[in-house]
């Protein structure tokens, strides 16, 4: 009972906490001017942006202070995504995220090191005990780094509430210089309802932005009937950087009535897949730029929007005159407006409607399954967002399942017959979607039988393709049969042209050394700070293996006092 009780003493304590934001309970994680690469809710692939993207002077290594006390509650050292990570979490419900870190500091390091040895193993996830790594404010925790699929050196710095749900870290007093106002770089109207147009068109049409002497934007008057919505492409860039970063709020106004308010301060990673139905997803793949549509369309349910009358959509009739407006802003309440004057007006059609119309039609909120060929593909219901058509073709090996221009948001199953190949080249082969020069890039693929199965969340062409040439691996810091006495670091060069590394271990004088690999340079490297070995003649053994089994194995001799 007494624990019953504390518990729900900590809990209404915590909300309590999280109720009010606090402004100074959160210390900078790193002692240099704070300069932002990347903000928060910014706009990526599949995602929004969960943190701070905070720029380290193009180098690693810059030391990472704890910015309030607490225990580190979870540590994860993968190859890609956040590379080596590590979260705190504090006792007023909140936590904080570390991630591209180069190493860990002290206690963390040696506890990390030591349970990766133990499962003779690189990538590692664990959580320690609340008091085995307790830390304090100001603490030394990490250094910054460049692993995973970073870019570049940098911190990504998160703070999540106390259900994991990642915050904008400005809203905690975390300081950035910023007197820009955001960029506006294009205007949109979307025709939605089956009769509206906008300047003679039925499909989505830029609009032309007129810079104004205040610094805001006016749109050409536009003639529109129906209902109608409108899009914007937007950026906002902080002092000392030129980086394309996001917004904190877009909010638009019909005839002074507030439409839209999207509000960049907290998302749940449950919905942050969601972005692929706010923006204009097949404008983004044609273009590569994201425009945020400012109305709320079927089987979009992100938080962020936090108001949308009538869905963000507004009626034109005829012969009304309306003004529609957008306000951008960033943290620091630098804003910038644009005007968008409409008159309603029906006129003859100059642009119609595409006609997507194929042979396969997809209702989203049903499962469907559709064979082409060899090729069967299960799509599960609420796979899309909306009902669609699907060019789909298949020749011999090769299925083209539409264009990447509809978004996905769950996984699908590409299942292939490989009943004319040899029972002994099944092992060989593969599922790869194919790339913009035409190379296969590998889906994990299962074999049952004749039958091979990958899942993606991508259209576009796959392939069945083959792998019989096994990985290469070659010495970069040294020669066989040769003397390093001086070096810090073993370093072996592995690639694999078909369907990537899977697997890699390494072993000097039959002993485990763990080898750290940077896929982005193809590279292994061992430190011998770990002190594995004694003996002045050693015997290095490394295997790599690739995604469908090719292995190979590179052995060599050197010498160290």
Not at 394 to 405: R, S, V
Not at 514 to 541: A, R
Request: glycine share 6%; charged share 25%; hydrophobic share 30%.
């Amino acid at each position: 009972m007494r624990k019953l009780f504390f518990l729900l003493l900590f809990l209404s304590e915590s909300v309590c906490c999280q109720n009010k934001i606090p402004t100074d309970y959160f210390n900078n994680p790193i002692e240099i001017p704070l300069i932002l690469s990347g903000s928060f809710g910014e706009l990526r692939s599949n995602h929004f942006h969960s943190g701070l993207d905070i720029k380290t002077q193009q180098r690693e290594g810059i030391p990472i202070y704890a910015p309030a006390g607490g225990h580190i509650k979870r540590i994860k050292v993968a190859h890609y995504g956040y590379g080596k990570a590590l979260y705190v979490q504090h006792p007023n419900g909140y936590s904080t995220v570390y991630a591209h870190l180069k190493k860990y500091a002290g206690k963390i390091q040696e506890y990390v090191k030591k349970e990766q040895y133990k499962i003779e193993k690189y990538t590692i996830e664990l959580f320690p005990e609340d008091t085995l790594l307790a830390v304090k404010k100001g603490d030394l925790i990490g250094y910054t780094g460049n692993s995973g699929s970073s870019g570049g050196p940098h911190l990504h710095f998160e703070i999540r509430d106390a259900n994991s749900r990642p915050m904008n870290p400005l809203l905690f007093g975390i300081e950035i210089p910023d007197t820009k106002k955001p960029i506006v770089s294009s205007i949109f109207a979307y025709p939605l309802s089956d009769s509206a147009q906008v300047n003679k068109s039925r499909n989505p049409i830029k609009l032309r932005l007129i810079s104004q002497k205040d610094g805001s934007y006016k749109v050409e008057k536009c003639t529109a009937i129906g209902e109608i919505g409108f899009g914007i492409s937007t950026i906002d860039q902080q002092n000392g950087a030129s980086n394309k970063n996001g917004v904190y709020q877009i909010t638009s106004t019909f005839n002074g009535e507030e439409k839209f308010n999207v509000l960049f301060e907290k998302f749940s990673f449950a919905e942050t897949r969601y972005l692929n139905r706010y923006i204009d997803y097949q404008y983004f793949k044609k273009n590569r730029n994201r425009v945020q549509k400012l109305f709320r369309e079927s089987n979009n349910p992100l938080s962020l929007i936090k108001n949308d009358a009538e869905n963000g959509v507004i009626s034109i009739e005829e012969g009304f005159k309306s003004v529609y407006t957008i306000e951008v802003r960033d943290f620091k309440n630098n804003k910038i407006t644009i005007s968008i004057p409409i008159e309603g007006k029906s006129e003859k059609t100059s642009i119609p409607k595409k006609d997507n119309t194929t042979n396969d039609f997809i209702y989203a909120n049903q499962a469907t399954s559709i064979t082409k060929g060899k090729f069967s593909i299960y799509i599960p219901a609420n796979s899309f967002y909306e009902d669609t058509y699907l060019q789909i073709e298949a020749k011999g090996d090769t299925l083209k399942l539409h264009k990447d221009e509809i978004p996905l948001h769950k996984n699908i199953t590409i299942t292939v017959d490989a009943s004319n190949y040899d029972k002994k080249d099944l092992s060989s082969l593969y599922i790869g979607r194919l790339n913009y020069k035409g190379d296969p890039y590998y889906n994990r693929t299962s074999i049952k039988e004749f039958k091979l199965s990958a899942r993606t969340k991508i259209l576009g062409s796959y392939i069945l393709a083959t792998d019989t040439t096994e990985p290469t691996i070659k010495a970069v810091s040294f020669e066989n049969k040769k003397w390093i006495s001086k070096n810090k670091t073993l370093k072996i060069k592995i690639d694999d042209d078909f369907s990537g590394i899977s697997y890699y271990k390494a072993t000097i004088n039959g002993k485990f050394i763990l080898m750290e690999y940077n896929y982005k340079k193809g590279v292994l490297t061992y430190n011998f700070d770990d002190d594995i070995i004694s003996e002045s003649e050693n015997n290095l053994k490394v295997i790599v293996i690739d995604n469908v089994g090719n292995n190979a194995t590179f052995e060599a001799t050197f010498f160290r006092k």
